[in-house]
């Protein structure tokens, strides 16, 4: 934070003096102050004002406002940008600014003014440090973290800011002004102190880094004169000022972390300077001169330009975490740079595109890769425990006496008095007094007890009296008076004139001291050495002390000026709940009233009395009454001696009064009876004759307290501190050992210092030696009991905290200012506290756990005591003591990684120190840097987290420590990791390694922190390309490995793995690489969906090439092991136990869970093996096709032998059965050998596969063979060629159409073939063992067969009814034929098909006769149009019309019409008539439209071919169209297994047109 000091000075107004009253608001930082009002046009304010700033890119906003009846008026606004407010610890003339009429807003906040008025004001505004300093030492060595730069090393600031987000921002009062040479010290060092909590590079544009500006790479200059330590300081001394104050300023730009090589700085690892030896003493002081020659140089493009300096507005705090060029970045480039250069020195021996980290051997970057790291070590890493121990005995352990202002320990004069105070004190202590000699008593006048003041009169108020000295007292009251026996009897017998009895008495009181002095040497002893006091000197001051106690009051006079201020809660005792009161003073016999102030439980009376007192054992008492003026009132002053109503009193001893106080006292009860509430405010001022010069007693005690602790610890003690063995209630009352407590106390007692005194005093001395062991304890029980004192206020007062606090004798703001200032250095210390607390020093641990209870009693005394509205609380000032101390510990091991390690785990490896660090050639440095984080983070939670206990909701030192460790490493490793990316010179296997040690960290210690739930990490982004590029190398080895298994296993000859495993060895060795590199990627457990998605995709891309390349091999190799007898089984093994593999890793790498690039990939290489699979089933079962081509045949001969006639009767039948085994026997025999050894060496999988493929060969065979006879008519041969050729049936022809014999089933060879595939079906399913039944059944191979079987039996008539029904697509798809809605108009053209060769327009008419139900159907042919046809002679087209059905044997079947000469788009409007009968309906027929080219003593030539199904028309009746020609028919399986059998029944004429007329296709043109 950063302090903004403002004096609001005076101002200047245009106008009528009588108009204005004003005040000033100002605003910062949502922040507002207020001054008083005061009227005028030139009103003068002088008031001053301080702010925290946290932020120096805002701005101040001073608003002058005129005080309204109703509300207020601006007068005018100015705004103050931070960054232009001067470095000062002095005050300035102010500077005059014209007050503006408008604010300008940006963002929601002001960043201006307009529009000027005549109106101005002077203000004065400057950055300072937060509170004052009053030695060299505690300029040096205050360490104010609450108020720690964020502004990094930039010129200026000298003022602090804190990276507190929760700081509370509230005023302070203008601390003292500081020496200009101790607050340059103080500040180089402190900005210098906290510089690495800051960033020092900001936007890109402003890429640009100063040699002594970086945190993390500073020059070794970072040590300078205004920096060191208090050890070293007196040496610095002797040097010239112009040096200390260059030196000084030097620093501030320096940074406050670690140098680069390794050397401690002065941020948080300060304090290991003051125990370093001679060597670092004389660097500390070395001139800046010498050690320009160490300063690190960094490449052109990374220097600040001389003119560029970083402003304050250039810097922002770590919270912000905006700065896209941070430390590490700036450290990376550094590194990089120099590494490149040194690259661009070595010749380029090799090709450039061969990588230098290809594994050696196969799967090299596979068993290099230890992925299951664990970095933990037995034992934490004492990276600070020893130099810590050493420290915390040498270093001062406090926050020096600038915050106790020890000033009393150089006041010669002030010692002098108080030792003479105390030795009187101490002579004669009040604490043993002689006791008096008290005897009941009977006033027979009214008298008043010497205590309390109350009535002694008669037999029912007696009391008590000492025969000695007189006193006279009521019974209870006799142990409260202490007043001592002995000095009383003595004034009263000198005042009388009873000169013996004086005498006696004061021989008593010699004696009395003499045993005093005897048996108590050792008091009178300690403070003759507490005050340095000679013995000469201390003899004849005893003697003079003990004079002046004999003398008592005789010669003791005093004026006392009283001044009643005001009270607050007092008792209400009218009947209205209110009081009349008034206040009662007497001293002596003296006696003055104040006025009456009426119906006020609040008065304020602010009256002043004076008084002259001649002795010191007198009283003032202070008594406060309700004044009554009623007859019950007036009654009672007859009876009484009081009328009024008693609302409390306080009595107190005039020899407790010394200088001036101002003190609030609680009202006390007189009696029982006393009903008394509230407190009452008095300010005394005390002149005591040969004394008025004299301290009050309160800085006299301070000062005998501070001397006698000094004297103990520092003198005594050697620094240390020895706490007193005290138990019970008030053990925190006992500051010191026996004899020094007496001493205090004694003097407290005598001159009224109560102990809340005491006890603020003792913990502002402890204040300095607060790191003392045990101190901290201390403390924290004294500061809870100052708390109780002030916070818990009782019943009978209702005086709030913060006003008790304030009439405070110690001083509010000077607690306050002590308390802010040890918050601060608690603070500071604590984010050391892996240097001040040692994990392992117990004792130190639990000096950090006091140390934290301290802290938090602080926060209690800021929001009870102070009333402060949100003060920090202290759970997150611990928290962020601890991010401050991981963020210096982190920056200490990433510098000292090397020799940490080395150190820890006896390494002997020597580098030198540019090869320490971290390097783009290797990645050494980052598991040794793990693992130092790892043992830190592992102190924290088992020492630590133990120990910081008090706030378990809200911190956990484990967790913070995880947190903070691996925000700062993350930073570090992304950016490490981005400039490897660039050249990638380590192996893929070492990123990996990397990978798994960073991925360990993070689950192990980071990923069940609170703050990162529910995100997902970064570090997987950091090493994807990494992982990618061990995938492509992984996918290499792979490949490789796949080639040297399959030649191993070809060697082998494919043997079987086991006797029950029926595949070779090649596929486990395949997948148990695959299956190793998969648990490499599987162990990486990545967190981040989409970059696991990517590996995924990228290992399925992998998974894909290997088993492809596996099965491509296969596939080729294949054919040449059919002939074998098992290999052909074991190698389709192989394939389906790819698959089987395949499948299983598929579930391992996620199943449904799996990204669905990745596994869509991985199903289509499933499908793709599917196929090689089926490919090569179909090759094997191929191999098999001219075995049974031959038993097939030999079936045909017999079945060519089989005769008689297809019945029903049961001879039949059983002569059928026979006839089917005979025929069945030769493929039988066939099929038995090999199925048998398929059943034992095939998979189950491929068993069925080799079934298939063989049932599929059986079946088409015997359709080819047996049941489709070969075709005789060539027209017909030409068309079902090309046919079969489309369906891809040509093998399933070629043997049909070289068959010389013609021959067709008889019904009896129908019946035993039928039976025949009965048989066979059985075999292949084999009773559940095969093919299943329902596969068997619908297999389209034996559908076809059964198919081509039935149709055997039907007649010609029934085949093209069949024909027409099913062949729906004959030419164009059965597409393009157009019809018009209304068939009155003609449609131009037909549409939608491809490459039509020409156009036919018809009109067909159907008619069915009503009684016969006879179907005619007219035919008119209209016209020919864009008739494709290039000849070289006469072309004469014309137009064949056929009607394709049944039963048209006796009917006309074609008609013609006549040719056209030339003509290519002839017309013709020819009508023909053709009668169906009533045998089938219209939807059994079909039109063939066929446009041909008349020859002469020739075939006529083929132009296009039209189909029009008649079931079309038959809904309309009649209809209009155009028909698109095609050049051929088109048919089905169906259609073809038609045509082939009619065209077998030569005998047969419509069977013969038919065929003919379906074979024809578009004849060869002249010229094409």
């Known amino acids: 934070m950063s302090l903004l000091c403002v004096r609001v000075k005076r101002a200047k107004f245009q106008g009528s003096p009588d108009k204005f009253n004003t005040y000033v608001t100002l605003k910062v930082q949502n922040v507002k102050s207020t001054t008083v009002a005061v009227r005028g046009d030139q009103p003068s304010w002088e008031q001053d004002f301080m702010f925290e700033i946290s932020r120096l890119d805002l701005g101040l906003s001073v608003e002058v406002w005129n005080k309204g009846l109703i509300w207020d008026t601006m007068v005018g606004t100015v705004w103050i940008a931070l960054k232009t407010v001067r470095q000062s610890d002095e005050e300035g003339p102010g500077e005059w600014s014209t007050l503006e009429a408008e604010t300008l807003m940006k963002d929601d906040e002001i960043c201006g003014t307009k529009n000027p008025t005549p109106h101005k004001i002077l203000l004065d505004t400057r950055f300072e440090l937060p509170f004052a300093f009053e030695d060299p030492d505690s300029a040096v060595d205050d360490r104010d973290s609450d108020y720690r730069s964020e502004t990094s090393n930039s010129i200026p600031p000298p003022y602090h800011t804190t990276s507190q987000p929760n700081a509370s921002v509230h005023q302070f009062p203008v601390p003292m002004r500081l020496p200009q040479q101790l607050l340059l010290q103080g500040n180089s060092r402190d900005s210098c102190n906290d510089s690495m909590q800051s960033y020092d590079l900001d936007y890109p544009e402003r890429r640009a880094l100063s040699p002594t500006s970086s945190s993390r790479y500073g020059s070794s200059c970072n040590v300078s004169q205004g920096s060191s330590q208090l050890s070293e300081l007196d040496q610095c001394h002797e040097q010239d000022d112009d040096r200390r104050e260059r030196d000084s300023i030097h620093s501030c730009h320096s940074s406050g972390s670690f140098s680069r090589d390794g050397q401690v700085g002065f941020g948080e690892q300060e304090k290991a300077l003051e125990v370093t030896g001679e060597e670092e003493k004389g660097r500390v002081c070395e001139p800046k001169d010498k050690k320009k020659d160490t300063t690190t140089h960094l490449p052109p493009d990374l220097v600040l330009p001389k003119d560029h300096v970083l402003g304050p507005q250039e810097s922002f705090p770590e919270e912000n975490g905006s700065s896209p060029f941070t430390q590490a970045r700036a450290h990376w480039i550094r590194a990089v740079t120099k590494v490149r250069l040194q690259l661009q020195e070595i010749p380029d021996d090799g090709h450039p595109s061969l990588p230098q980290w290809l594994p050696e051997g196969p799967a090299g970057g596979l068993y290099g890769i230890d992925s299951m790291p664990d970095l933990r070590r037995k034992k934490p890493l004492p990276l600070v425990s020893d130099l810590a121990m050493s420290l915390v005995q040498s270093r001062k352990a406090g926050i020096t006496s600038a915050m106790a202002t020890r000033t009393s320990l150089k006041d010669e004069e002030l010692k002098s008095h108080v030792y003479k105070k105390t030795l009187q004190a101490l002579i004669y202590p009040i604490s043993c007094t002689t006791p008096h000699n008290f005897e009941v008593w009977t006033a027979t006048t009214p008298t008043y007890c010497y205590e309390c003041e109350g009535l002694l009169w008669g037999i029912a108020r007696q009391g008590m009296r000492c025969s000695e000295c007189g006193v006279k007292c009521h019974e209870k009251c006799q142990d409260l008076l202490n007043a001592d026996c002995l000095q009383r009897a003595a004034e009263k017998s000198s005042k009388h004139g009873a000169e013996d009895r004086t005498q006696n008495i004061i021989m008593a009181m010699k004696d009395r001291m003499k045993i005093r002095e005897r048996n108590k040497p050792e008091i009178f002893e300690v403070i003759r050495d507490v005050f340095t006091v000679s013995k000469v000197a201390h003899v004849q001051q005893m003697k003079t002390v003990k004079q002046s106690v004999l003398d008592g009051t005789s010669k003791w006079s005093a004026k006392i000026t009283i001044t009643v201020v005001c009270a607050q809660g007092l008792q209400a005792k009218d009947k209205t709940g209110s009081s009349d009161p008034y206040v009662t003073v007497q001293v002596g016999k003296t006696k003055k009233r104040t006025k009456t102030i009426f119906g006020n439980l609040n008065p304020v009376w602010e009256e002043k009395f004076h008084f002259e007192c001649h002795n010191s054992s007198d009283r003032i008492k202070v008594r406060v009454w309700d004044e009554d003026d009623d007859i019950k009132s007036r009654v009672k002053q007859r009876l009484k001696r009081e009328s009024d109503d008693f609302l409390g009193q306080t009595i107190i001893e005039v020899r407790t009064l010394s200088g001036e106080m101002d003190v609030w006292y609680n009202l006390e009860k007189r009696t029982d009876k ?895």
């Open 674 to 1568: 006393s009903a008394v509430s509230g407190a009452i405010r008095l300010q005394i001022s005390v002149e005591i004759k040969g004394e008025e010069k004299v301290a009050p007693y309160h800085v006299q005690y301070t000062c005998l307290h501070e001397n006698l602790f000094h004297y103990l610890t520092d003198i005594q003690g050697s620094g240390g501190v020895l706490i007193p063995e005290a138990r019970g209630d008030d053990a925190w009352k006992v500051y010191f050992d026996e004899t020094a407590q007496e001493i205090v106390d004694e003097f407290a007692m005598r001159y009224g210092i109560e102990s809340i005194y005491q006890a603020m005093t003792h913990f502002a001395c402890l204040s300095s030696k607060y790191m003392c062991p045990g101190v901290p304890a201390v403390m924290s029980t004294l500061l809870a009991n100052i708390n109780a004192y002030y916070a818990h206020t009782t019943a009978s007062t209702n005086v709030s905290a913060s006003d008790r606090f304030a009439a405070s004798n110690f001083g509010k703001e000077r607690f306050v200012k002590l308390l802010d200032q040890l918050h601060n250095s608690l603070r500071i210390d604590l984010s050391t506290y892996r240097n001040n607390f040692p994990a392992g020093s117990p004792e130190r641990l639990q000096d950090l756990k006091s140390t934290v209870d301290l802290l938090t009693s602080i926060t209690f005394f800021r929001m009870k005591v102070q009333e402060l509205q949100s003060p920090p609380r202290a759970s997150q000032v611990v928290k962020d003591c601890v991010k401050a101390c991981l963020n210096s510990t982190y920056e200490y091991i990433f510098n000292n990684c090397h020799d940490l390690y080395s150190r820890q785990y006896q390494l002997k490896q020597e580098l030198p120190p540019e090869e320490q660090g971290p390097s783009i050639r290797n990645l050494d440095f980052w598991p040794k840097l793990i693992t130092l984080i790892v043992s830190i983070i592992e102190e924290d939670k088992n020492s630590y987290t133990l120990v910081l206990n008090q706030f378990p909701q809200e911190l956990n030192v484990g967790k913070v420590s995880a947190e903070v460790m691996w925000q700062l490493f993350a930073q570090d490793m992304k950016y490490a990791l981005e400039e490897h990316e660039k050249d990638r010179l380590c192996k893929s296997a070492d990123y990996m390694n990397l990978h798994f040690k960073v991925k360990w960290l993070h689950n192990e210690y980071v990923r069940d922190l609170p703050a990162l739930q529910g995100q997902v990490p970064e570090y997987p982004v950091w090493f994807e390309q990494f992982v990618l590029q061990w995938l492509d190398e992984n996918e290499d080895v792979s490949l490789e490995f796949l080639r040297g298994a399959l030649e191993r296993d070809k060697k082998d000859g494919f043997q079987q793995t086991s006797e029950h495993a029926l595949f070779s060895c090649s596929v486990v060795d395949v997948f148990t690489q695959l299956n190793q590199s998969f648990e490499i990627i599987r162990k990486l457990e990545c967190p981040d969906p989409n970059i696991l998605a990517h590996y995924m995709r990228r290992f399925a891309k992998t998974i894909g090439k290997v088993l492809m390349q596996y099965a491509n091999i296969l596939s080729k190799s294949f054919p040449d092991y059919c002939t074998k007898e098992k290999m052909p089984c074991i190698l389709m093994n192989n394939m389906q136990q790819l698959r089987v593999q395949l499948e299983k890793m598929f579930e391992a790498m996620g199943g449904k869970e799996l990204d669905p690039e990745a596994a869509d990939s991985l199903k289509e290489l499933q499908v793709k093996l599917n196929t090689v699979l089926d490919e090569l089933s179909m090759v094997f079962g191929n191999s098999f096709q001219v075995r049974i081509d031959e038993c097939v045949r030999q079936m045909a001969d017999i079945l060519g032998q089989v005769r008689g006639p297809g019945n029903a009767s049961p001879n039949a039948r059983a002569s059928v059965a026979q006839d089917a085994d005979s025929v069945l026997r030769p493929l039988m025999d066939f099929l038995d050998g090999n199925l048998t050894l398929f059943a034992t060496v095939c998979e189950k999988t491929v068993l069925k596969r080799v079934l298939k493929e063989l049932w599929r060969v059986v079946m088409n065979t015997m359709e080819r063979m047996i049941v489709l006879p070969p075709l005789t008519d060539q027209t017909g041969t030409q068309l079902i060629f090309t046919a079969a050729k489309e369906l891809s049936h040509l093998s399933k022809l070629k043997d049909h159409m070289v068959r010389e014999e013609t021959r067709s089933l008889t019904p009896k060879q129908c019946e035993v073939l039928d039976l025949a595939l009965d048989t066979i079906k059985q075999y292949f399913h084999a009773g559940g063992n095969g093919l299943k039944k329902t596969f068997l059944e619908k297999s389209s191979d034996l559908q076809s067969l059964r198919y081509a079987l039935s149709l055997y039996t039907q007649t010609t008539d029934t085949l093209i009814k069949t024909f027409v029904r099913s062949q729906t697509a004959q030419v164009h798809d059965g597409k393009g034929i157009r019809f018009t809605a209304n068939e009155d108009i003609r449609p131009e053209k037909g549409s939608g098909v491809d490459d039509p060769v020409g156009e036919v327009s018809i009109q067909v008419d159907l008619f069915t006769h009503p009684g016969t139900g006879e179907h005619k159907v007219t035919v008119k042919v209209v016209a020919a149009n864009d008739l494709k046809w290039q000849t070289a002679g006469m072309f004469r087209p014309f137009v064949e019309v056929t009607m394709v059905g049944p039963h048209q044997s006796e009917k006309k079947r074609k008609f013609t019409t006549k040719s056209k000469s030339n003509n290519w788009a002839p017309k013709y409007n020819e009508t023909f008539h053709f009668l169906l009968g009533n045998e089938e309906g219209p939807e059994a027929y079909e039109l063939q439209i066929c446009v041909k080219d008349y020859c002469f003593a020739r075939e006529d030539r083929v132009l296009g071919l039209a189909v029009m199904p008649l079931r079309d028309v038959a809904a309309k009746g009649s209809c209009a169209c155009w028909c698109p020609l095609g050049r051929k028919i088109h048919m089905d399986e169906t259609g073809m297994t038609i045509l082939r059998i009619l065209s077998q029944r030569s005998n047969d004429e419509v069977a013969r047109e038919f065929v003919k007329l379906k074979s024809e296709s578009r004849s060869m043109e002249e010229g094409s």
